[in-house]
């Protein structure tokens, strides 16, 4: 059964209504299903549309929006989940990462809760986390923490091409439609020429803006640790960029611990993209309670660990990479991804001198949290 709320946005049925902030939902991806189910079935939610409040637009890499806020690639798997969060007032909407040829999701489970009381730390690299559900800490319930492997999926280009195109018709004025690609390494292949591909294709397809994937903790095939490296990344973006000619580029980026690696990722990179996109998940050994691996299928044992585990980390990067921008008088926009849970935790992304932010988990588990953004700047002015 597709989800109610799915079903009622593309229908028109479901109209803004006045929220008390105290309605809870459950999250809009399921995790006890499939990634293939969420897909075909999802997103769920039964809550009713918050009327917005017209504001002033910002600027947003040449783009006028109603706020400088959205969700990641991740959650938005295709059109009806799209459709939902710009209904629900995220502004920034990324397309879940494709390919340029039909790719398989790893086998189910893709999503565990994670039993961490705190935040995930430089210190804490290398050692494994347990997937539980979390014990209370002060008689409330911890903040949501979860591991995700999916190994980035994807339709074939011809799906979901036209689903991208069905996507972008549910934005407002105000809203930015940005698609996520990733190469796909070929035998006998050029990476960079399939990403220029995939991205020459998210723009056919009516991408405002397109980002290139260069981090994901849960591929094994050399695709999703590119960040890292200034030669092959920097080789990538300036390929994708001359492709797209004057469409803006975003790359992702995952967490570098070495200032020094992080700054020549950034000097590399910088001439050839309009955005920076940091971080994507941290990457873990995870095990059940009973110690063993708690995903399954080879090459499963570590997977990505997204949630309120990981703010410190992003914002720490978001910081670091303001701070190269400053001194070296680079011109590109920061946009902080990681452990943005709250409303709070957009305001210190914004403290520490990002464009924009965004949030995976935070957005799937509190389908509200555009809203409340909107009403704490209503409040402020």
Known sequence: MVGKGACDILSGKMKPQELTLKEKVPPTYQIGRSYEENYQEGPFFKGVFPKREQKPLRDFMGFKVHS?????AGPLLNSKWIALYAKLGFDLLVYKTVRTLPYPAHPAPNCLILNISGQLEEKDFGTTLVAAEPREKGGKTLPVSI????????????????????????????????????????????????????????????????EINLSCPNVVTGEGSLYSDP??????????????????LIIKMGYISDTRVLEKVILANAPYVEGVSSINT????????????????????????????????????????????????????????????????????????????????????????????????????
């Open 68 to 72: 400088c806020f959205g969700v990641p």
């Open 147 to 210: 591991t995700n492997s999916f190994g980035m999926p994807s339709r074939e280009p011809a799906v979901w091409q036209e689903d991208a195109q069905k996507a972008k018709s549910f934005l407002d004025p105000g809203q930015v439609f940005i698609i996520s690609i990733v190469g796909t390494p070929q035998k006998g292949k050029d990476l960079a020429e399939d990403y220029v591909k995939g991205a020459l294709m998210a723009k056919e397809a009516g991408a405002d803006m397109v």
């Open 231 to 248: 030669g092959a990344s920097s080789a990538i973006s300036k390929k994708v960029h001359q492709a797209l000619r004057g469409t803006p």
């Open 282 to 381: 941290l990457p873990f050994k995870v095990v059940g309670p009973g110690g063993s691996q708690a995903l399954p299928g080879p090459g499963r044992l570590q997977s990505g660990v997204c949630g309120a585990a990981i703010r410190d980390c992003g914002l720490k990067q978001s910081e670091k990479i303001v701070e190269i921008r400053r001194r070296e008088k680079l011109d590109f926009s920061v946009i902080g991804v990681g452990g943005i849970m709250t409303v709070e935790d957009i305001l210190a992304y914004e403290k520490a001198g990002v464009n924009a932010s965004m949030s995976a988990t935070g957005a799937m588990w509190d389908p509200y949290l555009a809203y409340k953004y909107d009403q704490a700047a209503l409040q402020t002015g």
